[in-house]
């Protein structure tokens, strides 16, 4: 398996002179896996642009493109790449898109293809030339993607359904979890609260500890983990319930779950390359936090497993 990042920034592309070393676009990571290089890529924000011209370049020569796009979840910076991918508008091409939807009535096709109608987008998604299938997931153990490759899905903590992914493939693992942040108790907790209420109090704080684990036990042993880490605890504070993580609890449960390397991931729009490097001298000392391998994503990084 190799691994290449093509956007790394979260909420908003944010391209520029102060975010070139780490990248400004939002993201997409793309994996190859076995001797026939299947292309999987994970999310569909504005760094798919270049993905799509990548592989125009690279792979269309080779044959027509087949590949499988996993959304970890709909929210705009994760889909809005999607119009500008190339390989859609291309005879030949096969895709699947998979991924999850947060209302029932909505078919993922109309919540990923409504941004191409003509009130937004001069194209429309039956105007497409390539053959596209999509696939709407939930969370599930074992997904057989044939050819040697398992998919794992797990349920995440953000405002909309989002889905962290588990790719097998060999001896190696590869995990994403981006949008999410640690569930919480969400009862009251405050004895003199007028409103408060013992039993669910308990309950409350039992099914967070729960999830929690859950989530890390998800990513156990994972050879590389990308992870959210949009904030770092001081800011966190003030953006509870945005789906977004610190980067101290990502590298504690990182660390708890034996993860080998650990990219952070999903920057924020207003981080500049100085700031990620400051941040970096301070998370990304060997051994400073424990086993883990700590890391900042950067477009154009490759991993090769």
């Known amino acids: 398996m190799k691994i290449r990042f093509w956007g790394v920034r979260g909420s908003i592309p944010s391209p520029g002179p102060k975010t070139q070393k780490y990248g400004g676009n939002t993201a997409c990571t793309e994996l190859r896996v076995g001797p026939a290089n299947r292309i999987i890529i994970i999310d569909a924000g504005s760094g798919i642009r270049t993905l799509g011209n990548y592989l125009m370049a690279n792979d269309l020569p080779k044959g027509p493109i087949r590949a499988d796009i996993f959304l970890s979840h709909t929210h705009w910076d994760h889909i809005m790449g999607y119009p500008f991918f190339t390989p859609i508008y291309i005879p030949g091409t096969k895709l699947k898109v998979h991924g999850p939807v947060s209302f029932e009535e909505d078919p993922l096709e109309e919540v990923v293809g409504g941004q191409m109608k003509y009130r937004y987008f001069p194209v429309n998604m039956g105007e497409l030339a390539s053959e596209i299938d999509y696939i709407r997931l939930k969370e599930d153990p ?15 903590n953000h405002p909309i359904t989002a889905l962290g992914y588990r790719f097998e493939y060999g001896k190696k693992a590869v995990c994403t979890c981006y949008d999410t942040e640690p569930f919480r108790n969400l009862f009251i907790t405050d004895p003199s609260h007028p409103a408060y209420d013992e039993a669910m109090a308990i309950e409350g704080e039992e099914v967070a500890i729960e999830q929690n684990k859950a989530v890390e036990q998800f990513f156990a042993g994972a050879d590389l983990l990308i992870y959210d880490a949009q904030y770092t605890a001081a800011e966190y504070g003030a953006r509870l319930n945005w789906g977004h993580t610190a980067i101290e609890y990502a590298i504690e449960a990182a660390n708890r779950a034996g993860v080998k390397r650990l990219a952070l991931f999903h920057h924020d729009p207003d981080r500049t390359d100085a700031t990620l490097d400051d941040l970096a001298e301070i998370y990304c000392q060997p051994g400073k936090y424990g086993p883990t391998e700590i890391f900042f994503a950067r477009e154009g990084m490759e991993i090769d497993f």
């Open 142 to 156: 074992h997904i057989d993607l044939g050819e040697g490759l398992v998919l794992r899905t797990k349920l995440l």
